[in-house]
């Protein structure tokens, strides 16, 4: 037979441009999707999620990867988070704050 991993869902009501922060208060599973069912193309939303024990982080739009489009650093006055404004899948991992943001 084939093994299958249990599948929780969490429903959530978002406004559209809007950011939000997310934290799992447990371990952080290995995979997550995030969907927007009603939303058209360009309605977005930024979060932000938190990793208690961060591992490889990929994010990936349509079924590609798409790599870090604002690579962190320490440098706490110029780190850029990505926003709800800009294209779907721009993603950074801000390591000080443990967040992956998208």
């Known amino acids: 037979g084939v093994a299958r991993g249990r599948r ?3 429903y ?5 441009g809007r950011e939000y922060d997310l934290a799992i208060m447990s371990t952080n599973p290995q995979r997550l999707r ?3 069912p009603s ?5 977005c939303v930024r979060l932000g999620l938190y990793y208690s024990n961060p591992q ?3 994010v990936s739009w349509h079924g590609v990867d798409v790599p870090q489009q604002h690579p962190s650093s320490y440098d706490f006055d110029t780190v850029t988070r990505p926003t709800a404004a800009d294209p779907p899948g721009t993603n950074m991992f801000v ?3 443990n967040k ?3």
């Open 39 to 43: 939303a058209v193309p360009n309605e």
């Open 12 to 16: 959530s009501t978002v406004g559209i």
């Open 100 to 102: 992956l943001y998208f």
């Open 56 to 58: 490889k982080l990929v």
């Open 95 to 97: 390591a000080w704050e």
């Open 8 to 10: 929780s869902n969490f």
């Open 34 to 36: 995030f969907e927007m």
